[in-house]
């Protein structure tokens, strides 16, 4: 062993949650799953088998988990434990939370950072309580991939008609969460039915096996191309240098960027990214613990972050917020908390309980109170005008904690936004609150949704809008077109081409957009929309059934074209500000489509994107479907 | 950002909120690699210093050349270093296995250290792979009167939000390195050349895996004499991390126990 090959960088290890109802076999399938690849060490298996032979039981998964002496004895899981699992090269990092209703707190620290989620069900038994609780908590921690585990099939006698019957019940309670299922594996974890192999005993199943679908889990979004958010953790002075610390939660910093420093705004450059034992640093990222010097010297407080001017958060003293309440006591309106966000800290008062959420069958509903253990929607009142992102799913900030006097963190609020844009909408749908999505989706065949093109100008994205929705409507399906030019004639014809004006057109097209997809229309947005910021402010307004779709034309084809003599114009100084010619286009680097023109017929690229707007909004099957 | 760059920011992250909001503040420093590792991270988080003191809780049998590394690395590193005694094992609780017995004493050792210094927060290098109770922890880990473990009353944490009592009495563990592997912490130990205790290489076909008392912890076969071979040799090893150490395999609750007294 004399040459040992450096290893390569790693990829850091996805953290996958796995929930359930009590009982359900969320322990025992870990515990296979470890076997079955071939993860444990060889410790640990002779562990297992003699405590399971000292309880006088066949050999019993869940101790590999259930390490803890009181868990052995009866037999629950008491707090979430974190195992490390490989697959291929790809590392993982499974979770198993416990399915008790009053370890919901271990619960959710478990599960608050996963990345995607195995729900596991009794296929026998189907939903109870603890499957609709866990899954409402997917939904307000933001996790978008959902692994449902039909478990215990066997029992079924692995009968197809019987197992579908009871994946239907799944699906309707899972559309009510507006979590789409991204697969239903049957198996039996006991048994080792497509767990890491597929069964022989159910050859009328051609979806993965649980191992393949962990692997088809996407890698994390990339949090640096959004703008720039780094709290201030704390202010250090060593020597005579005054250093700025955090993580940057979003965007990235360079030397010599100028940002805004909280909440009184001054304003100064990153003068210096300070570090020790590592390479000198000019930039840094998304994630990274940062130790800046700024210039001139301001000194911002632990909780201020920094950000671009032209990007700055929403500001706000009243705001919305979705709640999971952890205490075993109501929460009414009018007590205090503090609202931990990022490193802030801020004074909160609950203004109003705006809807409760009701377990038994997942309606919201009015209510004067939070119950115990309960999710609402809720408005605080904070004590001065606090700065904040609304919570989106990929990201870490946008979400609070509310702790009590004793610092004890009672409930998590991923925030909604302002709370004074909330009266607003619900002016424009007076019915909002009696309608569900769902209800409306099942009304006419079909989900609404956004379907957001980008791309240059000369790229198609018109007229593929426009061949896209003739195919769309002729199924019956209620779509419509916003595009660039159609909205600068009317709604925005006040606006001009400065960075401002672009930012409100895109921020008017996504307000019309959402109210429309919320009344359960398909609309296709056609809008160059050119920078990375601005199509994340999109996503934001939208909210859920946001797709962004790149219409990738290399430029020379659309300069070519140049339908509107656009380009020609431009390069002849006509038009200043031009995107493609004297303004950037930044393409997207995770489109949830990509279209590339060249070399098929408009035609031919209109049909491909009726095909996938089609499948996103369908009702039925779309929970067989993988998503890409 | 590979995965060490995470585990390290991660880690830098939680080390700067112990500082901001635990004071007095110390870590323990027991000359192993996992706590190597942290007062190297501690010194990537304030840029080159130790801005609190570190803690030696002495059994008075560890390895002579534990002893020589402690007293050259306190000076390279400009570490203020506060060393603690232990209580004979005749003065632990004589129902205890007797591994588990003689770990008591460090148990005991740093309940005198942590109230004589009346700290707030304990910097500890403990990690979620290495043993199962382990793995229940929390990255901020409060402890009541008496220094006990609540294991079924535990604090929720998530995104990154710490649970920091205050009253008198209580103190909080502190855990920076609770989401490393020991293989993630043998790549660091070679990305950034932090020094060790050479008992971790091989002499005559055996190496220790993992560093206690010297009359209860042995060493396990090896050849590997550098950290490379070492990164090599845990890739295909089966076997766990602290196979070594008697007190966790005495009986089935004896680690548990030692845990919710105190231990680490």
Request: with cysteine; net charge negative; proline share 6%.
């Amino acid at each position: 062993m004399n040459t040992v090959p450096t290893p390569a960088p790693q990829e850091a290890a996805t953290p996958i949650v796995i929930v359930g109802h009590v009982d359900h076999g969320k322990s025992t399938l870990i515990g296979r799953l470890l076997y079955d690849t071939d993860s444990l060490p060889d410790g640990r298996v002779a562990q297992i088998i003699e405590s399971s032979k000292k309880r006088g039981l066949a050999v019993e998964w869940s101790f590999l988990l259930d390490s803890l002496q009181i868990e052995r004895d009866q037999g629950v899981t008491v707090d979430s434990t974190r195992i490390p699992f490989r697959l291929g090269k790809r590392q993982f990092v499974i979770v198993d939370a416990p399915g008790h209703r009053q370890f919901l707190r271990n619960m959710i620290t478990g599960a608050a950072d996963a990345e995607a989620a195995v729900l596991v069900v009794d296929a026998n038994e189907g939903a109870q309580e603890q499957t609709r609780r866990h899954a409402m908590l997917l939904r307000l921690i933001g996790i978008r991939h959902v692994i449902v585990l039909m478990n215990k099939v066997d029992i079924l006698d692995y009968d197809q008609k019987k197992i579908e019957a009871a994946e239907r019940d799944i699906t309707t309670l899972l559309h009510q969460l507006e979590i789409e299922p991204t697969v239903f594996v049957p198996a039996s974890a006991r048994e080792g039915d497509n767990m890491a192999s597929r069964s022989d005993k159910m050859p009328w199943y051609k979806g993965p096996t649980l191992t393949e679908a962990l692997a088809a889990v996407p890698a994390p979004s990339s949090r640096a191309d959004l703008p720039l958010r780094l709290p201030v953790q704390d202010v250090y002075r060593f020597d005579t240098k005054r250093v700025v610390v955090g993580r940057i939660e979003r965007g990235r910093i360079r030397v010599g960027d100028e940002v805004v420093i909280g909440t009184h705004g001054a304003r100064a450059r990153i003068a210096t990214i300070e570090s020790w034992h590592t390479a000198p640093q000019v930039a840094a990222i998304a994630g990274q613990s940062v130790a800046v010097t700024l210039e001139p010297d301001v000194i911002p407080d632990r909780g201020d972050f920094l950000f671009p001017a032209d990007h700055a958060p929403l500001r706000a003293a009243r705001i919305r917020t979705r709640l999971f309440w952890l205490r075993q006591e109501p929460l009414r309106v009018g007590e205090s908390f503090r609202l931990r966000l990022a490193t802030a800290e801020h004074q909160v008062t609950v203004a109003a309980i705006d809807s409760v959420v009701r377990l038994e069958d997942l309606t919201e509903h009015p209510a004067a109170e939070v119950p115990p253990e309960g999710f609402a929607e809720i408005t605080l009142a904070v004590s001065e005008t606090m700065l904040f992102d609304p919570f989106l799913p990929g990201t870490a900030d946008g979400r609070g904690v509310l702790v009590d006097r004793n610092q004890q963190i009672v409930g998590g609020a991923p925030l909604i936004g302002v709370a004074e844009s909330v009266a607003g909408r619900n002016a424009i749908h007076p019915t909002g609150s009696a309608v569900s999505p769902w209800d409306r989706a099942r009304a006419k065949g079909h989900r609404g949704g956004v379907f957001w093109m980008t791309g240059l100008p000369g790229a198609g994205k018109s007229t593929l809008a426009r061949g896209a929705e003739n195919r769309l409507f002729a199924r019956g399906i209620d779509v419509s077109v916003l595009d660039g030019d159609t909205l600068r004639a009317g709604l925005c014809s006040d606006l001009g081409f400065s960075d401002a004006d672009r930012r409100e057109n895109v921020r008017r097209a996504a307000a019309v957009a959402r109210i429309l997809a919320e009344s359960g229309q398909v609309v296709i947005v056609a809008l160059i929309s050119p920078t990375v910021a601005d199509r994340e402010l999109a996503r934001q307004i939208v909210g859920e059934g946001f797709h962004e779709i790149f219409i990738d034309t290399p430029q020379a084809t659309c300069e070519q074209r140049d339908p509107k003599g656009l380009y020609a114009a431009a390069r002849a100084g006509r038009i200043e500000g031009f995107t493609g010619i004297d303004a950037p286009y930044e393409a997207p680097a995770n489109p949830a489509l990509r279209l590339e023109t060249a070399g098929a017929t408009s035609d031919e690229t209109a049909a491909r994107l009726a095909t996938y707007i089609g499948d996103a909004i369908r009702l039925d099957d779309g929970a067989r479907r993988q998503q890409s | 950002m590979d995965d060490l760059d995470q585990l390290e920011a991660q880690s830098i992250f939680i080390l700067r909120e112990a500082y901001r909001k635990l004071k007095p503040l110390a870590m323990l420093w027991s000359l192993g690699k996992d706590s190597n590792v942290m007062v190297w991270l501690a010194r990537k988080a304030f840029l080159g210093r130790v801005p609190f003191p570190v803690m030696h809780v002495d059994t008075g049998k560890k390895f002579p050349e534990m002893y020589q590394f402690r007293d050259e690395y306190t000076k390279k590193w400009n570490l203020d270093l506060l060393l603690g005694d232990c209580p004979p094992v005749e003065e632990i609780d004589p129902t205890l296995p007797p591994a588990a017995r003689s770990a008591a004493r460090k148990t005991a050792g740093l309940a005198a250290m942590i109230d004589k210094y009346k700290l707030a927060g304990v910097i500890a290098g403990i990690r979620r792979d290495e043993q199962a109770t382990r793995a229940k922890e929390r990255v901020f880990s409060p402890r009541g009167s008496g220094h006990k473990w609540d294991v079924r009353n535990q604090p929720p944490e998530f995104w990154d939000q710490y649970a920091t009592p205050h009253e008198p009495g209580m103190h909080v563990r502190v855990h920076p390195l609770l989401s490393w592997r020991e293989i993630d912490i043998w790549r660091y130990i070679e990305r950034e050349g932090i020094p060790l205790v050479d008992l971790y290489f091989a002499r005559d076909g055996k190496r220790y895996r993992s560093l206690g008392d010297q009359d209860i912890t042995s060493p396990v076969e090896s050849n590997a004499t550098t950290v490379a071979e070492v990164i090599a040799e845990l890739e295909t090893s089966r076997t766990s991390e602290r196979a070594g150490r008697a007190m966790d395999h005495e009986s089935e609750d004896a680690f548990e126990r030692l845990r919710v007294a105190g231990y680490l």
